[in-house]
């Protein structure tokens, strides 16, 4: 089976919605035993449950990935169980709409607390294990916000443009262990969260500023979770195995194509 993850432990953090919930389906359907991470319980148990009911393994852990303590207790108690730990997803992340002048220091500290510090602490609870058992492997979410210019993102685009370097200083630092450190920019994806921004803010004018927001990417639409997840799957995947430190868009041409 191509991109077989069998017997692998995999962590995905905002697993109980969006991005996150596709990829740890994904890796499920690909062989790995997936550890949902996420704030919200009855999310991550109805992923749980599909996964569970289709024979495949998903296991649940409430878990706020701002608090370095909690994070910690969490990867110990996997560890104690599976003894390893192969791969880590950071997908857990918010959002902000504000420029510089609209963005409250508590907004910033708000996005930095889970944004940045949410992937640092999974990223320092994992590294050692890591070490030890000589490889594994580590996604990031980042996005296109990270490397352009794009309207009222202040404080989104500085925690993405944080995942980024963290990125490239894990994967620079520990090459040499086996593991492998690598990010994910997605454009515009349809979740959850988009629906909820738009009916918040555009009460009957979804559809209209939906196919706006679309035709932002050259493609003509937005991406769906399932195919952030495909790249993911490969990502962690042995076929990925002379990839390093880099940085994916998945745009739908928004970086390079739009002048």
Do not use: W
Not at 100 to 115: A, G, I
């Amino acid at each position: 089976m191509p991109f077989n993850l069998s017997g692998k432990v995999a962590l995905i953090t905002g697993a109980g919605s969006g991005i996150g919930r596709a990829i740890a389906i994904r890796l499920a359907t690909q062989g790995a035993h997936v550890h949902l991470l996420d704030l919200n319980a009855a999310a991550i148990n109805s992923v749980a449950t599909e996964i569970n009911s289709q024979n495949l393994k998903a296991t649940v852990h409430v878990c706020n990935v701002s608090l370095q303590a909690e994070v910690k207790t969490i990867i110990q108690q996997i560890l104690n169980q599976y003894s390893r730990i192969d791969i880590l997803i950071n997908s857990a992340g918010i959002a902000h709409i504000g420029k510089l002048e609209t963005t409250t220091e508590q907004d910033l500290e708000r996005l930095f607390q889970v944004n940045v510090k949410g992937v640092y602490n999974t990223m320092q609870a994992v590294i050692a294990i890591m070490k030890k058992q000589k490889g594994g492997v580590i996604i990031n979410l980042a996005s296109v916000a990270a490397f352009t210019g794009i309207s009222e993102r202040f404080a989104y685009s500085m925690t993405k443009g944080a995942v980024a370097s963290m990125t490239l200083s894990v994967a620079k630092d520990y090459v040499q262990d086996g593991i492998r450190c690598n990010s994910i920019s997605p454009g515009r994806v349809h979740t959850p969260f988009v629906d909820g921004f738009l009916k918040a803010n555009y009460p009957g004018k979804e559809k209209e500023m939906f196919d706006k927001l679309s035709k932002t990417q050259p493609i003509g639409r937005m991406a769906t979770p399932d195919e952030i997840a495909n790249l993911a799957l490969y990502l962690c995947s042995d076929e990925a195995s002379f990839i390093t430190g880099t940085d994916y868009p998945i745009d739908g041409g928004f970086l390079k194509l739009n002048t």
